[in-house]
């Protein structure tokens, strides 16, 4: 791609990139289909850049998603565990308490078809932690190796369509903030 100081371009050769009387663009630029004004000039965006910037920057887990029922146990962020709540719980390393994160499960159905299923949940609490042979967590506290989110049931529900399964490997997108 060819740099253009805009600066120095008027507003008409601008407006006119792109047509065979003003400059010409490189062939393997996208069509400007998005504008911006900077110091009072039209300037053309090929691409939207806050969305395709926060994609670059997202950081992703793979592993296990489970879920947990604690109905009325205070969260780490103060709130009161809401099990019909599309809510999850990660480890401090990875996300902050109150932020959104993009939760992807993908499995193959009975023809053969890969089905993805994604849900947006809020992280207000810590964990998975890891768990002996009963299902009791291990003290003291410390991180699943194999696990990456704890789910709400309501949450756990709407990726997986059931509680049955019990964990399920998925992806989990962090935002930059």
Sequence with gaps: MRFVDYRTMSDRDILNLGDAGGAQRDAADAPVDHWVTIDHRHVPITEPQGRRASQQNA???AGDATYYNLPGAKTASGQRFDPN???AAMTAEKVK???TVKVTYAYEDERG???TRTVSVI???RGPFARNADGKPLHPLRPDPRGVIDLTPAAFRQLVGTLRV???HVTVTVPNE
């Design 97 to 99: 308490l109150g932020q």
């Design 85 to 87: 709540r599309i809510a």
């Design 113 to 115: 078809k890969t089905v």
């Design 123 to 125: 992280v207000n609490d």
């Design 59 to 61: 950081k992703e887990y």
């Design 166 to 168: 019990g964990r399920v």
